[in-house]
């Protein structure tokens, strides 16, 4: 492991009579690691000093980013602040995805998807850490995923976005490689971030993003992760029916998609693949591909909610975030109230859902009550007996 450097970390004076100057200073120590592994080094950054026997937040980028390109407007965010004075943040870039990393050998294979989950383990052991709160977006959700299911007692959490669970198709796979004769990896990758809505009237922001991709990272690095995730296998993951044998998430799950995200189709189908009791759809409007860009507010405020049902935070301030309701105008069971609960990773959670089009859903309540569950289901099968005894999942809209 070389240690690189440590930046903001400055010798203050803490006054006792100020115990939130203390934290404040601990979150601006940034410490930069790398970890050797059997799969190369990885590269990264911890802000701040886990506390205690609480998790700490591990982050995920996804392919043509890096983790301060993915992370950075949501971590400076002010409302993040109230988060990083409880959690510290653990950044992980992908090999030779970080900022001027050196070019990979000739001959150099890149590793796999599944083999990019079993680095985490290590890096856990590195910094002397026992669980986390998973927080990955494209490739880093899926990666996330796949430690998760693998590991589940390293995991307490995750805040999924854009998580695709399937292996890329035949037909994604013809069409990315047209793409490739014709469209340079900026463009290719443009289309992975961000909607279409984005990509024709975001000049600004499409910009960025393609400079960076262009200028900022390692071209033959971006290719190999780039090929390691169109080869991802799928992640065989199935809605649990009591009494069957099953593979899901045992962990709390928070699927996140933009309402013009190109991920949008993805993503609901992982949602209807996870336990409903554990599991909560949002969808953001107005937001693109990146709402950790887009939108840090409120996907910052969605964080806080599943936090707290998880047990931390219980006294954070809540301002932005819109409930929904139903077509029919009435309020339905809500993300927002005094909660009082336990740490554990069964969290009993209420949540607000949205009926979306003619589908109808159930209210996903609390399994350790023994309520039960009836409504739609999310594929129109409403008249199998299997969909009737299965609780449907949480969705939220803001």
Not at 268 to 290: R, Y
């Amino acid at each position: 492991m070389d240690e690189i450097q440590v930046v903001e970390s400055k010798p203050l004076l803490v006054d006792r009579e100020l115990p939130g100057l203390r934290e404040a200073v601990l979150q601006l120590v940034i410490k930069e690691t790398d970890v050797e592994t059997a799969y190369g080094r990885i590269h990264c950054t911890m802000k701040g000093v886990p506390k205690g026997d609480r998790p700490v937040i591990l982050t995920f980028h996804d392919i043509g980013l890096n983790q301060k390109t993915c992370w950075s407007t949501l971590f400076n965010h002010e409302d993040m602040s109230e988060i990083m004075q409880h959690f510290a943040v653990l950044h992980v870039d992908a090999p030779g995805q970080h900022e001027g990393a050196n070019t990979f050998s000739t001959g150099y294979e890149y590793p796999s998807m599944d083999q990019l989950s079993e680095t985490l383990p290590l890096v856990l052991k590195q910094f002397g850490l026992k669980t986390v709160l998973g927080m990955g977006i494209g490739a880093g959700a899926y990666i996330l995923t796949r430690f998760a299911l693998d590991y589940p007692n390293m995991v307490e959490g995750l805040l999924l976005i854009n998580i695709n669970p399937c292996a890329e198709g035949w037909m994604d796979w013809a069409a990315h490689k047209i793409s490739g004769w014709t469209h340079a990896m900026p463009d290719m990758l443009i289309t992975h971030l961000f909607g279409k809505e984005e990509i024709y009237h975001n000049h600004d922001l499409i910009g960025t993003y393609r400079h960076h991709i262009t200028n900022d990272m390692n071209q033959f690095n971006l290719h190999l992760f780039v090929k390691s995730y169109e080869s991802r296998r799928d992640l065989e993951i199935e809605r649990p029916i009591p009494g069957g044998i099953f593979k899901t998430l045992k962990c709390p799950s928070l699927l996140v998609v933009g309402d013009n995200s190109p991920a949008v189709e993805a993503v609901v189908e992982c949602n209807t693949k996870l336990d409903p009791t554990k599991t909560t759809l949002l969808k953001m409007s107005d937001c693109g591909g990146m709402p950790q860009v887009d939108q840090p507010a409120k996907l910052t405020e969605a964080f806080k909610y599943f936090i707290q049902g998880m047990g931390y935070m219980p006294s954070a301030s809540m301002t932005r975030l819109v409930r929904s309701r139903t077509a029919s105008g009435t309020s339905v069971a809500s993300m927002e109230g005094n909660r009082s609960r336990s740490h554990t990773n069964e969290g009993n959670r209420s949540r607000s859902h949205t009926n979306e089009g003619n589908r109808s859903r159930s209210q996903t309540g609390d399994n350790q009550r023994g309520r039960s569950h009836t409504g739609g289901s999310m594929d129109g099968t409403a008249n199998s007996n299997v969909d009737q005894a299965v609780p449907k999942s949480t969705e939220v809209s803001c």
